[in-house]
C-alpha cells in the first residue's frame, strides 16, 4: 500500500470517529421509532395481548416491563415480511372479534374478556391465527424473560459465573 493511500485512508477514519459522537447524540425514543410496524392503537392491542400472557402479580407483568415493544422490535428487525403481516392482521382481527363480542376494543376490554378471546384463539382452528398467537406467546416470554427485572431480581443473572479461590488449603483424600 503506498503511504498516501494509508494517509489518506487513517485520516478519514479519524473523522468518522470524531463525527460519530455528535451524529449518536442526536438519537432519541422518538427518533428511533419512526420505523415501527404498528400504529398507536395496534401497539396498545399488543401491550393488552402480552399483559394478558403474562399478567401483573407479586411481580410486574409484561405489559409493565415493556415486552410489547420487544415483541413489535423483534418482528420489524428480525422476521420476514409475512411474519409481519401475520402480526398486523392478527392483531387487526383480534381487535374486530373483541368489537364484535364485547363492544369495545382488545385494549379497553376486562382480563377476563382478553383471557377468554386468546383462548379462543387457541383453541380454534385457523392455522393463521393460532400462528399469530404462538409468535407472540414465544416472543413475550423471551421478553420478559430476557427483560432486566427478571434477570436481576428474579433469575439472579450474573455476568460472569463461578468463582475463583486462589488461596485454598489442599487437603489429601
Known sequence: MERRVALKSMAMAVGAMAGLPAWASGWSKSTLEKGTLLSADQSKILTGMVETI???TDTPGAGE????GFVQKMVTDCYDSKAQASLK???????????????????????????QLL???????DASQKAFLGMVKNLTIQGYMSSEYVMTNLTHYEMIPARYHGCVPVTKG
Not at 392482521?89 to 383471557?115: H, P, V, Y
Not at 383462548?119 to 382452528?125: A, E, V
Open 54 to 56: 403474562i399478567p401483573k
Open 65 to 68: 416491563l415493556g415486552v410489547g
Open 89 to 115: 392482521s392478527g392483531i387487526s382481527n383480534l381487535d374486530e372479534q373483541s368489537i364484535q363480542r364485547f363492544g369495545k376494543s382488545f385494549a379497553d376490554a376486562g382480563k377476563d374478556q382478553r383471557m
Open 119 to 125: 383462548q379462543d384463539i387457541d383453541k380454534s382452528s
